[in-house]
């Protein structure tokens, strides 16, 4: 094929090339190999709240992202049998295109950033499935290829693809949502970082959400109390919410995936309504002047003592390992060990404790302090090569 890459092409311009689509095509796969193996600099809240005009936004992520997309293409190719599997080939595919759309889109003072914006929108509206389809993937690769790679390789896989991912689209959500109605963005003054995120708040949204999906879906819910405290403050804080300046969608989604598993823990557990009346649910909101502390505790029994570090696995969960179908309260088994990748993000932590005969902890760490909320990147040489080599795969 001849088909030129722009069309039409100014006649008395000659900053522009007509190639063949092919051609064209190589030459990406080589800048995709050459921009993967450049290392992502992480960025803090801080600097992005720093960044809300539009124009240097953008420009920050014209370069920075297709860096970010290109070293997910290259973590898909470190699968030499990708090609056999739909999920990543569809995913690979994406990647590609979004890359090629963000290196070619044009903007400065003769375009504007219209063309931009509507760009950034595309890209985060195609990417909606990708979490689901890339799960579906792996679980895909490792049924066909007859335990190849184990389950410790594709969990730091998917630790690294997923983290990847976290970061491309946090820039590209901050952008869309500073970005003037004018240029088709939201026009929202801090973005998608609210200074002021009231924890509190959104523990008792989440809680009250995930109580109807768990009506919906399994026919009742445990009782869940939220409660506050705040150091050097004796007892329970009414009116006297715990604030920290984060992403609001990153604690909610991590709030809706712990609160899911202990309430869908709970009902299982549970043989009569009585008896779920008594394993509530209890949701403990705590802070100082450093971090933010949520503790979510339920009496569902514990986990098994052979499940142990498996709950932190993509590869283990409920929809996963059974004949059921993935529903909003269980899926591919992604929900924890994504939450833990959100957390870990902006320097939080995310662990469980467990309590055989009685129940579980989750506990959530975030901090406050701006110097410790530096956004987590995967390493240049991410985990696919390197782990490959130690494998002995490669």
């Not at 064209?24 to 992502?40: Q, R, T």
């Not at 290259?74 to 290196?103: A, F, M, N, T």
């Not at 889109?105 to 931009?116: A, C, D, I, M, Y």
């Not at 995310?350 to 390493?379: C, M, W």
Request: charged share 25%; glycine share 8%.
């Amino acid at each position: 094929s001849t088909e030129p890459l722009l069309t039409p092409v100014p006649q008395d311009d000659d900053r522009y090339v007509v190639v063949p689509r092919e051609r064209f095509d190589e030459l990406i796969e080589s800048e995709v190999a050459h921009m993967a193996s450049i290392p992502v600099r992480p960025v803090s809240v801080r600097e992005v709240l720093d960044c809300l005009d539009s124009r240097r936004a953008a420009k920050f992520i014209q370069a920075d992202v297709p860096k970010r997309l290109a070293l997910r293409i290259r973590l898909i190719d470190s699968l030499k049998e990708w090609r056999e599997v739909p999920e990543l080939v569809e995913v690979r595919r994406c990647l590609c295109k979004w890359y090629r759309d963000l290196r070619l889109v044009q903007r400065g003072p003769n375009f504007g950033l219209k063309q931009f914006t509507e760009v950034i929108r595309v890209i985060r509206s195609e990417g909606k499935g990708t979490v689901a389809l890339v799960a579906a993937g792996i679980h895909k690769l490792q049924a066909n290829t007859g335990g190849k790679y184990s389950n410790q390789f594709l969990d730091r896989w998917l630790d690294g693809f997923l983290l990847s991912r976290i970061g491309s689209n946090m820039l590209l959500d901050q952008y869309f949502a500073c970005a003037s109605k004018e240029d088709g963005g939201l026009a929202k003054s801090t973005g998608i970082i609210n200074p002021m995120t009231d924890a509190l708040t959104i523990c008792r949204q989440s809680s009250a959400y995930v109580s109807k999906v768990c009506q919906h879906y399994l026919g009742s819910a445990p009782v869940c109390t939220v409660e506050n405290y705040r150091a050097n403050m004796k007892g329970l804080q009414m009116n006297s919410p715990c604030t920290i300046s984060y992403i609001p969608g990153f604690l909610r989604y991590i709030m809706i995936e712990l609160l899911k598993n202990s309430f869908r823990a709970s009902v299982k557990y549970a043989q009569n309504e009585d008896e779920l009346r008594r394993c509530s649910v209890q949701v403990l909101v705590s802070c100082d002047d450093q971090h933010v502390a949520i503790r979510v505790s339920d009496r569902a029994g514990g986990i098994p003592s052979h499940v142990g570090d498996k709950i932190w696995s993509y590869l283990y969960g409920a929809a996963a390992l059974s004949t059921e179908n993935a529903t909003p309260l269980s899926g591919y088994g992604v929900g924890l060990p994504l939450s833990r990748l959100h957390a870990r993000y902006l320097g939080g932590t995310l662990d469980v404790a467990t309590y055989p005969g009685y129940g579980t902890d989750a506990s959530l760490i975030l901090p406050r302090l701006e110097k410790q909320q530096v956004e987590a990147v995967p390493a240049g040489k991410i985990e696919a090569e390197g782990i490959l080599h130690e494998m002995g795969l490669r």
